[in-house]
């Protein structure tokens, strides 16, 4: 048996484990140190092989991970994505949303910690999805894509190892959710018949970028029926107008994800992004009397006083605050199904372009290696 070298708390510490497949995972397994599947081994090997794609020094943290506050540097990053089944050209994916889920603004020692089962979604925008491979069609939130499915394992496992998002000590969630073994997508931009949502972000169309949003799974819209514009996206407010989620209360950004034929009619219609955003933000909503008693005086009028505080039962409450607070993307195959997304809502979405170590904005994936 040959003994493998994996790397612990420190970028210098490791320890050798001697075993088998199964033995090592064993090992792995009673250290809590996986998300309950079996991981690759990362020995000394491949984790060299992943930083072939790091932009920066191996030792130097990028920054320290809620809720442990632990330092996230290359070695460690590595050594979890190997664990994750990633190859090594996803590397720089991992690292640019390990990045941006540090920024103030995105809340992560909120999203960690909370009862609330939210979790990190990766969206990828630009060339490298396509070069990747990140699937952004057909059960682009299923199976099916060693990118989608490792990169956004990895992003768990390092929540897990690094950041202390252990379950019931980090990880309060009551419930829990599907999207925290794995949440990556890629948006459909070729079917879409907006400018992509990177763009709109101020990012040229063939610079790449990586967003995270705080997000619960998805919840389905099935509309098989409506051939108008209007009614498509009256079946997307209705299905937003629920008292229950944590967008209503908290002031967050839900995200739309409409499929390429939604989104077509939706266009044809002739309605544009900031369109989508106002209908959305006019009929989307519910009635005061929606929520319990307890909710409406303990929550509803002390978060919103200006507006709720002496409203009348029958007020209409928004599922958002503003229009621009919806996210509006394009994902998925052939079928007239789209997607309600709530969030965190204390919690606002990231989105950061993928440079190399010279500061130049990222076209291949190529730019990365050996730098």
């Not at 970028?209 to 619960?216: N, S």
């Amino acid at each position: 048996m040959n003994p493998l070298t994996s790397f612990v708390s420190s970028p210098s510490a490791s320890f050798v484990a001697e075993g088998d497949f199964i033995a090592i995972n064993d090992l792995y397994r009673q250290r809590g140190w996986t998300d309950g599947l079996p991981i690759i081994p990362p020995n000394l090997q491949r984790v060299e092989e992943m930083l072939a794609f790091c932009d920066r020094p191996w030792n130097d943290p990028i920054g320290l991970l809620a809720p442990r506050w632990a330092e996230a540097t290359p070695w460690r990053l590595a050594a979890n994505a190997v664990m994750a089944g990633c190859r090594p050209e996803y590397f720089p994916i991992i690292l640019l949303a390990v990045e941006a889920m540090m920024v103030e603004s995105f809340n992560l020692y909120g999203i960690q910690a909370t009862t609330h089962l939210c979790a990190p979604l990766l969206v990828v925008n630009g060339p490298i999805a396509k070069e990747l491979a990140i699937n952004c069609g057909s059960n682009a939130f299923g199976p099916g894509y060693q990118s989608n499915a490792s990169i956004g394992r990895a992003i768990r496992l390092i929540l897990l190892n690094i950041g202390g998002a252990i379950p019931g000590t980090g990880d309060m969630a009551t419930l829990g959710s599907p999207a925290k073994y794995s949440y990556c997508i890629a948006e459909n931009e070729s079917q879409s018949p907006w400018s992509p949502f990177h763009v709109e972000r101020g990012f040229s169309a063939e610079v790449s970028t990586v967003t995270v949003i705080g997000a619960e799974a998805p919840h389905n819209v099935n509309d098989h029926e409506s051939h108008t514009a209007q009614g498509i996206l009256k079946m997307i407010a209705g299905t937003c107008s629920t008292p229950g989620t944590n967008d209503i209360a908290y002031s967050g950004e839900p995200l739309i994800i409409l499929s390429p034929e939604h989104a077509a009619t939706v266009a044809q219609g002739g309605f544009s992004k900031q369109a989508v955003k106002e209908y959305l933000f006019k009929n989307a909503w519910v009635r005061l009397d929606s929520f319990s008693e307890e909710n409406i005086e303990r929550r509803m009028r002390i978060k919103f006083p200006l507006t709720l505080g002496q409203a009348p039962m029958d007020a209409r409450v928004p599922v958002v605050q503003k229009p621009e607070d919806f996210l509006i993307m394009v994902v998925g195959g052939a079928g007239k199904h789209s997607a309600f997304i709530p969030t965190f809502g204390a919690t606002r979405s990231v989105t950061l372009p993928l440079k190399n170590n010279t500061g130049l904005l990222v076209h291949s994936i190529q730019d990365f290696k050996g730098s």
